[in-house]
């Protein structure tokens, strides 16, 4: 059964960028490095499979506009995504073609309508939601998450973008689904109780 | 070798107390059980021997005076301590025997001396930070905390008092020595790199 699986890397206090990211402009998925190097530098097998897993199991990827004006440089040409992305935003903009199965699609009209689009792009696989925070408490508070992925990185940020911030938990209930150690990082996953 | 060593439950949204705690007067350890379901209607095996551990490796306990304004009248007497527990605060006053090998003891100069006492008391076992929020960050802070065990709750409090508010982790390291799953927690325990 297609779901809708959020996945983000978030510092122990709790931030998912470092504390330069919450000053001046938006520098999300700009961070120096460790809330990430559970996917690269620090990678073991068990990270690997994790990240395989979650590629396999996505047809599509849906973000916010934020996170895809921070990241389209880069991301580069072509973009790690291999697969449809759609950005909510409330700029009509053309579709915009990358190689590698790559194609950035830009929806206007909500996150209902995006999330339907992006439903039909992912056939039978998950829809994701890769970040950032803002569309990820969006899409949970309107009952429209059923898995959360946290990746919980040993690491004190002290500032930055907070994944839960101003969020108002009232009716929403996790069921943990699983958790994964590595070295880098403890893989969390929640069910989110309908 | 005697260790300094913290021990709380956090919500995924990084709350050690319910919303109301952060309204009016304290209230820290006055949640609705959400946090602590673990310790007690949720327990299991696993649980139970995280707790006995707890208890058998520690000598001596430190504590902030919010904490234990809060937690006296429902500790009761005997408190669940069993053994030395010292307050950090700024009124001095008699030391408070109690059944069962509690006595409150009342310091007022300072974390250090505070620790040095505590210390002292707890022989060869640990001394332990059991909340709440503040007094955990100034001994972390000041680079006297060996190891933070933290429980991390599947639940979202949107509100409360933050494990880590406004807090500058500049110099601190963490390695995360242990994690143990249970239904009710994933109990993680860091090393304070030095």
Do not use: C
Not at 75 to 99: I, K, S, Y
Not at 169 to 182: D, F, V
């Amino acid at each position: 059964m297609q779901k809708m699986s959020s996945e983000i890397s978030m510092s122990l206090d709790g931030f998912i960028t470092d504390p330069k990211a919450s000053v001046g402009s938006p520098l999300e998925g700009n961070d120096p490095g460790r809330l990430h190097d559970w996917r690269f530098d620090a990678k073991t097998e068990t990270d690997i499979a994790i990240v395989a897993e979650l590629y396999a199991s996505t047809g599509a990827v849906l973000m916010g506009k934020r996170m895809f004006d921070v990241g389209f440089e880069p991301w580069g040409d072509p973009p790690p995504f291999g697969m449809p992305v759609f950005v909510v935003t409330h700029e009509a903009r053309e579709p915009l073609p990358m190689q590698g199965g790559t194609t950035y699609t830009f929806v206007t009209d909500g996150i209902e309508d995006a999330l339907e689009r992006t439903r039909a792009a992912a056939g039978d696989k998950n829809v994701g939601i890769w970040g950032g925070a803002d569309i990820m408490r969006q899409y949970l508070k309107a009952g429209l998450l059923d898995e959360m992925q946290i990746h919980l990185i040993p690491v004190l940020l002290g500032g930055g973008i907070r994944l839960f911030e101003d969020f108002d938990p009232e009716g929403i209930e996790l069921r943990r689904a699983s958790s994964i150690e590595t070295p880098g990082a403890t893989h969390l996953r929640f069910e989110v109780v309908k």
